[in-house]
């Protein structure tokens, strides 16, 4: 027997997924263990082996990959414990990290934060001044070296940082993208004075025109390789002990994995991991299911995330901001907040109820979990609406606190805003829903779709409680609640699901369209480059897909749209398709007529990508269907409870999923209670078990 498995560590629980390939499905959920998170992968590995009825060194030894999404890279970030940071930058080009382009305070700000010019403020700058030096040399527009290499002056630079004692070097020179030599000569240089050194390039990092996005991007990955390196190495090492033959492989932003021996040099990749999974857990569904169209929500302990799979495939984005510094990484486009189970509620000083961002992650958790928590969250109020077993999570093995979750809400909500302790978990309940729809309602609107044209999916260990409420104004036609083997480890399914992706990208800033011979020439270039790359993957595969695209923008403008090429071979006709596709999506997004093709357009960065399939076939199987849609077999009690703040609290029947069948329909207000989460059926809404097991609501 051979196995994939899929390991999602999350802020506050490590799920686990594997699939036999031929259909069985298990899943498992613990708590993420900060700092040492591999303590949590190893546990969720064994209660994997133990749902299998085999030891866990027997299932790593008939593991084919194991794809991991890791929390790493961006709590890292965010947070900021990340490795010391020198730079090495073009005379008289240091300063461009600390200027930010004139955008440093709006970067990643909404509409009403930019607004509010008062209040607008750089962040702190991501290395200090006296770790960010320069060395002589200059390469031009068209990569033709101006000015030579002063060898003795990077030696110099170098053992000044070595001597501040930093961890990694960023090397980021001017037009370092149009001819790398210098770059390369940097770092055999670095690697004489201190070989052990983590050196990133930005010609192989971000090889895109704008300086100080490809710089911030390079410091960034120096930030987080080393960590990333000190967490993955000793994680590999541990699964190889215990019998792991295949590779670990690791999520990255744009969907796809890539080996663990390799993520460390693209660390700046695999920020994004964890929100990866979902999306591409949902595309596969989708792909089971027929559907072309899925908004994705996610609700997990930590945030709340939501992304968009058009025509079968996740949108993506060419780039992200965190911490108000551009990251030049392709990556899906995924929208958060943080608004997720374990969301912690106050009341600021205007009166008003908050919720989020700040969560009380998985230690000490939510108030009810009963290990020091004091502060009110989203699973405090769920349990104090009903919404939650009284008998707790995971089966029962996670008790949970009433009395606990109830002096928080009274002590920090309840109390400030004269309400009754029933009356603010609902307030808190009801807040959830409504910053969860409105981040749906920019994310798919503001992408320039319809949301009456898709299908949304919702998943995630708070997803199913919520969904019913957070959909009901988008105009969705359905929900979709992924249960089955799979449930709240919906993101690691997607991870075992995965492909390996690889991307590679060049600045060619130039009029449009441009001779087909040049598109020949740079993709040929590009595409070189993948095979390479995919060569030293060293995992088998069953099909490599090449996908291109290019960055266009009409002239005077600073965004560009990413613009899908045909798969066709290049003719004198190629350029003049591409422009059309361009016009017809910026008309979609900025509305008709937007377009002005007499400004003239310009292409800035050519990008291919590498869609690899592993030979493993990760899919859902089909359940046994019920003799009728009578679900009454599976009613396992009623209890009280409050799903809005009119009607307040009812009997309301719960349903045990263990019982539920294929066509079994059920009428809210029902509960549907799950090992691993619990499915809310509001009044008006018939949630239907489709033949995956899923639980589909509709509004009737």
Not at 493 to 513: H, K, M, N, Q, R
Not at 557 to 572: C, H, K, R, S
Request: include cysteine; aromatic fraction near 4%; charged fraction near 20%.
């Amino acid at each position: 027997m051979s196995y994939a498995l899929g390991i999602d560590v999350g802020g506050t629980f490590t799920d686990a997924v594997a699939s036999d390939g031929a259909g069985r499905i298990v899943s498992a959920k613990t708590p993420t263990t900060p700092p040492h998170r591999e303590v949590g992968v190893m546990r969720a590995i064994e209660e994997i082996a133990g749902e299998l009825g085999i030891d866990i060194g027997e299932l790593l030894s008939q593991t084919d990959y194991i794809a991991h999404g890791t929390t790493a890279s961006i709590n890292a970030l965010v947070q900021g414990t990340v490795a010391d940071v020198g730079l090495i930058a073009t005379k008289g080009h240091r300063d461009s990290i600390y200027i930010m382009n004139a955008e440093g305070r709006t970067l990643g700000r909404s509409a009403h934060e930019i607004q509010d010019t008062l209040r607008q403020r750089k962040p702190a700058p991501l290395i200090p001044k006296h770790r960010a030096l320069e060395v002589t040399e200059r390469i031009d527009h068209a990569g033709k070296v101006l000015v030579p290499l002063d060898e003795d002056e990077v030696r110099d630079v170098a053992r000044s940082l070595v001597d501040q004692g930093v961890e990694a070097i960023a090397v980021c020179l001017l037009w370092s993208f149009k001819n790398a030599a210098h770059e390369q000569r940097i770092r055999e240089l670095i690697h004489e004075i201190a070989p052990d050194m983590y050196v990133t390039l930005s010609s192989e990092v971000s090889p895109r025109i704008r300086e100080f996005a490809r710089t911030s991007t390079t410091i960034m990955n120096a930030q987080i390789g080393p960590r990333l390196r000190m967490y993955l190495t000793p994680l590999q090492k541990q699964l190889e002990d215990h019998g792991l033959k295949g590779p670990l492989l690791v999520m990255q932003s744009e969907g796809g994995t890539i080996t663990a021996d390799r993520a460390p040099e693209h660390a700046i990749t695999t920020v994004g991991s964890v929100l990866s999974g979902g999306v591409i857990g949902g595309m596969r569904m989708a792909e089971q299911l027929g559907h072309r169209n899925v908004i994705t929500t996610d609700v997990g302990g930590t945030t709340f995330l939501a992304g968009l799979i058009v025509d079968g495939e996740p949108v993506m984005a060419p780039g992200s901001v965190v911490n108000q510094f551009p990251i030049n990484a392709a990556t899906i486009r995924v929208h958060t907040i943080g608004s997720g189970g374990g969301a912690l509620a106050s009341v600021d000083a205007g009166g008003n109820l908050r919720l989020g961002p700040q969560s009380a992650e998985a230690v000490p958790g939510p108030a009810c979990y009963g290990n020091g928590g004091t502060r009110p969250t989203n699973t405090d109020a769920n349990l104090v609406l009903g919404i939650l077993s009284p008998h707790g999570l995971l089966g029962g093995r996670k008790p949970l606190r009433m009395d606990l979750a109830r002096e928080a809400i009274r002590e920090h909500v309840a109390d400030p805003l004269g309400l009754t302790v029933e009356e603010a978990a609902i307030a808190i309940h009801e807040v959830q829903n409504a910053q969860a729809g409105d981040l749906l309602r920019r994310s798919v609107v503001q992408a320039g779709y319809d949301p009456r044209d898709f299908v949304a999916y919702a998943f995630g260990g708070a997803g199913p409680a919520h969904c019913a409420g957070y959909c009901q104004d988008l105009g969705v036609r359905e929900v979709v609640v992924p249960l089955g083997p799979v449930a709240s480890a919906f993101s690691a399914y997607g991870l075992a699901a995965s492909d390996i992706v690889l991307s590679a990208e060049l600045s060619d800033p130039s009029a449009f369209p441009v001779d087909h011979t040049v598109l020949e020439s740079h993709y040929a270039r590009l595409e070189a480059d993948l095979q390479r790359a995919l060569d030293r993957q060293k995992v088998k595969f069953q099909e490599v897909v090449m996908q291109r695209e290019i960055d266009l923008r009409y002239s005077m403008q600073v965004n560009e749209l990413a613009t899908t090429i045909p798969e066709t071979g290049f003719t004198e006709r190629t350029g003049d398709e591409i422009l059309e596709r361009f016009e017809e999506q910026y008309e979609r997004i900025n509305g008709s007529g937007a377009g002005y093709r007499e400004a003239g357009v310009q292409a800035i960065t050519y990008r291919a990508r590498a869609k690899a399939s592993l030979d493993f076939p990760v899919v859902l199987p089909d359940i046994a269907p019920a003799s009728s849609s009578d679900p009454a077999g599976a009613l396992r009690e009623e209890r009280h409870v409050c799903l809005d703040s009119q009607t307040g609290y009812v009997p309301t029947p719960v349903y045990d999923y263990a019982r539920l069948r294929a066509g079994h329909e059920i009428a809210g207000p029902a509960i549907v209670d799950v090992p691993t989460t619990v499915v809310v059926v509001p009044a008006g809404v018939t949630g239907r078990v489709d033949r995956l097991g899923n639980l589909v609501l509709s509004y009737q």
